[in-house]
């Protein structure tokens, strides 16, 4: 049986670090792809991270390419290309940026990689996967977000910190846009089967919450130039994952509604079965009138900032 490609549009921190958790999970043959003054850096990652493949036994092949055509037949494509975030600018001061980069990439994949299941990491993230997936015309349930698995998973990251306790027994949900007015739903979280209002007093937890939405801002500050990396990219291999495997996982991405939440023809951060169909499903969960007030509050910012792009 052939390998699975993946294409991984973009050969920076993100990129490399899809590349190499690609190749360890085995998950096929990679394309790493920049623009021809990249295209060194490209290469020189992909043989480093060959280079490292015989110690812990991974096999696969990387090739680093500036030609967006190494890219044909793609069965994923896993998108960062644009400008990284940088101390003091907002997610939504990127929008004019990337949103040119995103939607030219979008064209040229249309072709390429028709079939494929696209996720996209470029921020601010809501605009750019819808963008992305109106100038490609690529069916909203093959398109995706790369954002809630993120956020849950930097929500769960702080209840374990706080509790002192291995983050494999935490589980949480984080809903809506992937930023400042993002919604962890702390009441359905949980450490080992306990809900965690139960473990953490409503003060600490309401900082949590707080941490959870500016956790990227925060490491912005702490890198001084530029965005993280590596979380964003485990995060998008686990829904890369689980589409190539067919492993029906419940992920909270940035998915199309139609209709859930009450929310139309938005990608918004809710929780997804993501299979070989791509979003074969969106779950609803029963939110409390305080929790769907924030849910509709970030909904309508992520609308706006749609309504920026013009598409």
């Known amino acids: 049986m052939a390998r699975k490609k993946i294409a991984l549009i973009g050969g920076g921190q993100i990129g490399g670090n899809l590349a190499l958790f690609a190749l360890q999970q085995q998950l096929g043959d990679i394309v790493l792809y920049d623009i021809p003054d990249k295209e060194a850096l490209c290469k020189g990652k992909a043989l480093d991270i060959l280079e490292m493949a015989p110690v812990n036994g991974s096999t696969g092949n990387i090739l680093g390419t500036h030609r967006l055509e190494d890219c044909e037949n793609a069965d994923v494509v896993i998108v960062t290309a644009g400008l990284p975030r ?15 980069i995103i939607t030219g990439i979008a064209g040229k994949l249309k072709t390429l990689c028709p079939n494929a299941f696209h996720i996209i990491i470029t921020n601010p993230l809501d605009s750019m996967v819808y963008a992305y997936q109106k100038a490609g015309h690529f069916p909203a349930h093959k398109v995706v977000g790369m954002a809630g698995v993120l956020d849950s998973a930097r929500f769960c990251a702080f209840v374990a910190m706080e509790l002192n306790v291995s983050v494999r027994d935490v589980q949480a949900l984080v809903l809506g846009g992937h930023g400042p007015t993002m919604v962890p739903l702390s009441r359905l979280a949980t450490v080992g089967g306990v809900p965690v209002p139960e473990l953490i007093p409503a003060d600490k937890l309401k900082a949590i919450e707080d941490r959870t939405r500016e956790a990227g801002t925060e490491i912005v500050q702490l890198y001084g130039n530029g965005s993280a990396y590596f979380s964003p990219a485990g995060s998008a291999i686990v829904m890369a994952e689980s589409y190539l495997k067919d492993l029906k996982r419940v992920l909270p991405c940035a998915a199309c509604c139609n209709g859930e939440y009450g929310v139309q023809g938005l990608y918004v951060g809710v929780p997804a079965i993501i299979g070989a169909g791509g979003i074969e499903k969106i779950l609803e969960v029963k939110l409390t009138r305080e929790e769907k007030a924030a849910f509709d509050k970030t909904a309508e910012t992520v609308k706006k900032s749609v309504a920026e792009t013009g598409l």
């Not at 939504?92 to 940026?97: A, F, M, Q, V």
């Open 86 to 100: 940088k101390p003091g600018m907002s997610r939504e001061d990127l929008l004019r940026i990337n949103l040119g």
